[in-house]
């Protein structure tokens, strides 16, 4: 039995120096697939494991002996490294204070970001929590404005060709079963986002990515946790920010791109491997706009259960 993504569909193999496990439960504990127990004070892998091995590597990072190894799902024990010291954990102040000072960047500095940089993002969004191992999320990078802005117009491109799905007549036929708050999406989101998208990029305006120096698109599979991609990419736009680049989320365009033959056309000319339920594309650029201010945001709706 396993849990299948796009990577592996099949369970990991925990091995057990038995010898030098001193049957402190730390492994168990901490395994909520109950995969392990511990039997004459020896930690041993039981036959009541919820899933099979997931791989989440937990029971390693925890042995205080380091007696136990897991191999498979992508997860081997040369992947475990020495945490870094507390010390530099920012605290709460400086975190507020970057997430107060972030705002969605869509002017940028015709200055290029350097490959080390995009690594550095990359690198700190792939620790980004998933449903379950290993990461099912997958990220097409654009690198340099030039294909950013030749992604913007092939999308425009592929727009125009589905731009009757926008239609009033369209609109009205389907409100019955759209219900209200779709229908009002459509009219006041969507047919907009169409016009400005379409007949602004013919004029030479790109405001689908706005020629960002980098962009990232994130998106699932039919396996993943649908939050996934929009995690990872929260975490890319942290790590934007932190590198002192001002960045955007853009999640106008993976929704156009998820059905039919078209958006399956488009997709494979970028290398996009799967449709998924959801994406967010993340742009990055020095900023060439600076906010003197910022606003206090609220959500909808805090409800404290007493
Ligand atoms: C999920 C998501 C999707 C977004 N999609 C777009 C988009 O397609 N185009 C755009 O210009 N901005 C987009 N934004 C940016 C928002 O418009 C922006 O966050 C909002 O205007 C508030 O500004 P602030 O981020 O500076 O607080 C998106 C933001 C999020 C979180
Ligand atoms: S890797 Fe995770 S699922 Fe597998 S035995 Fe260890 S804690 Fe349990
Ligand atoms: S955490 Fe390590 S030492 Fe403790 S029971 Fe598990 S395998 Fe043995």
Redesign the pocket.
């Known amino acids: 039995m396993s849990i299948p993504t796009t990577r592996t569909n099949a369970p990991a193999n925990v091995s057990i120096d038995s010898a030098k496990c001193s049957g402190c439960g730390q492994c168990v504990s901490v395994c909520k697939d109950f995969g392990l127990e511990i039997v004459d004070n020896k930690v041993v892998v039981s036959n009541k494991a919820l899933f099979g091995c997931i791989a989440c590597g937990h029971c390693m990072m925890v042995c205080p002996t380091g007696v136990i190894a897991v191999e498979g799902r992508t997860l081997s024990p040369v992947q475990l490294f020495e945490l870094p010291d507390k010390s530099q954990v920012p605290s709460y102040e400086s975190l507020l204070a970057m997430l107060q000072r972030?705002?969605?960047i869509?002017e940028f500095k015709d200055v290029p970001v350097k490959k080390e940089i995009v690594d550095k993002i990359l690198e700190a969004a792939q620790t980004a929590p998933t449903g379950l191992p290993p990461s099912d999320v997958h990220v097409l990078v654009l690198e340099n404005r030039k294909q950013v802005r030749s992604f913007a117009e092939d999308f425009s491109g592929y727009l125009k060709g589905v731009r009757w799905m926008s239609s009033n007549l369209l609109l009205a036929l389907a409100r019955p079963f759209m219900g209200k708050a779709n229908n009002e999406m459509m009219h006041d989101f969507v047919k907009p986002v169409f016009d400005i998208y379409v007949d602004d990029m013919d004029k030479g305006n790109n405001w689908i990515n706005y020629d960002a120096p980098v962009a990232m698109y994130f998106y699932g599979s039919p396996y993943s946790d649908p939050a996934d991609p929009i995690i990872a990419a929260t975490y890319a736009m942290l790590a934007g920010e932190a590198l002192g680049l001002g960045t955007?989320?853009?999640?106008?365009m993976h929704p156009f791109i998820q059905h039919g033959k078209k958006a399956r056309l488009f997709r494979e000319r970028w290398g996009i491997k799967y449709a998924s339920r959801e994406g967010?594309v993340v742009i990055f650029g020095y900023s060439n706009v600076h906010y003197r201010q910022g606003v206090k945001?609220t959500f909808a709706d805090i409800h404290r259960v007493n």
Not at 248 to 252: E, N, P, Q
């Open positions: 972030r705002r969605s869509r955007c989320m853009l999640g106008a967010l945001r």
